[in-house]
């Protein structure tokens, strides 16, 4: 009698461990990162998330990137942006649209003006726009552009943006990939997704572990102006957003003197700025989109500004690479930890 109830017990405990070794085993498998990519923006996107329910979100990311397209590409005619560019001084605007205003006009007001949305006149002058020019511009033709250049020049009146000249254009390049970062992020989080990565053409927001249980290793590039592609350090993100701005991937060449003209504009003089920053990748616990605007604004100041402008905000870190004396010289943040 005693034996039969003995092996009833270890019956009974054998069976349970089953059932804890079944959920165990559950559990780890349900955990899974999906991963996701594609081509937005004229660039490439990836995403990396863990979801127990195994979602594939690609169809609403897509989805995402449409809506924004037609809030904010300067590359589709009926865009919002586009009806503004052409003309109109008075628009209705969706909530992409009124999102990316108020943090231009917040990053604006932080860098004295060296980031501004408004020189798409400027940027169309100089061949980097969707309307291309085989020509610099004189300086008498950059003197009569610049009256359209200043972001405190429009403004935002509930959904209503307003221009004080018809004439001026709007480029949120420096921010949109950022931005468009961060919708999908505020998207996965929707779903309740705590971990995961996010990048569009190099910007990057991350939260979480990734399937490894460590934090996310990023790279940042070395300026090569070859087109090659490799590595100067390789850091991680502890909830964070990086955004790297260089001139040394997007150029293009003069036809007649042979000289590389920067995409970076320098707001308050109208040409490419001419700095000794080559490239400024700025990590903080904020949205990519605002890191990807002081990025921007960073290449436009050179080194020593930018440096300054850095350090006044705690929560930030950055990396420069810059030229001083013909060599090569690099900057960074004292808590900018790397991976050696």
Avoid at 3 to 14: A, C, G, S
Avoid at 245 to 273: C, E, L, M, V
Wanted: proline share 2%.
């Amino acid at each position: 009698m005693k034996q039969t109830i003995v092996n009833n017990l270890l019956k009974r405990l054998f069976l349970l461990s089953l059932i804890i070794i079944s959920i165990i085993s559950c559990s780890k498998e349900e955990v899974k990162y999906q991963k996701l990519q594609g081509n937005v923006f004229g660039t490439t996107f990836h995403v990396q998330y863990s979801d127990t329910d195994n979602i594939n979100y690609s169809a609403d990311i897509t989805s995402l990137f449409d809506k924004m397209n037609k809030s904010l590409s300067t590359y589709h005619s009926n865009s919002l942006i586009s009806q503004l560019n052409d003309g109109l001084s008075v628009l209705k605007v969706d909530s992409n649209f009124v999102n990316v205003f108020k943090l231009s006009k917040k990053i604006f007001k932080d860098t004295d003006g060296y980031f501004d949305p408004t020189v798409g006149k400027m940027v169309n002058a100089w061949g980097f726009g969707p309307h291309k020019s085989n020509r610099d511009p004189s300086k008498n033709e950059i003197d009569s552009l610049m009256s359209y250049v200043g972001f405190d020049k429009v403004s935002l009146k509930g959904d209503t943006i307003v221009k004080q000249s018809p004439n001026i254009t709007f480029d949120f390049n420096a921010t949109a990939k950022g931005y468009g970062v961060d919708l999908v992020g505020e998207f996965l989080e929707s779903k309740g997704i705590k971990n995961y990565l996010i990048e569009i053409g190099g910007e990057i927001r991350a939260r979480g572990k990734n399937e490894h249980g460590k934090y996310w290793s990023i790279g940042i590039e070395e300026p090569n102006f070859d087109g090659t592609r490799s590595l100067q350090k390789v850091t991680t993100l502890d909830n964070e957003a990086i955004a790297t701005s260089g001139n040394y991937r997007k150029f293009r060449i003069d036809s007649i003197t042979g000289q590389k003209i920067a995409h970076t504009f320098n707001p308050k003089t109208g040409s490419p700025a001419h700095t000794d920053l080559l490239s400024a990748s700025v990590i903080a616990p904020v949205s990519c989109g605002e890191v990807d605007a002081y990025a921007t604004a960073f290449m436009a100041m050179g080194y020593e500004k930018a440096k300054t402008l850095a350090k006044k905000h705690k929560n930030m870190k950055v990396y420069f690479i810059y030229i001083e004396n013909d060599q090569l010289k690099t900057y960074a943040s004292d808590r900018l930890e790397f991976v050696e």
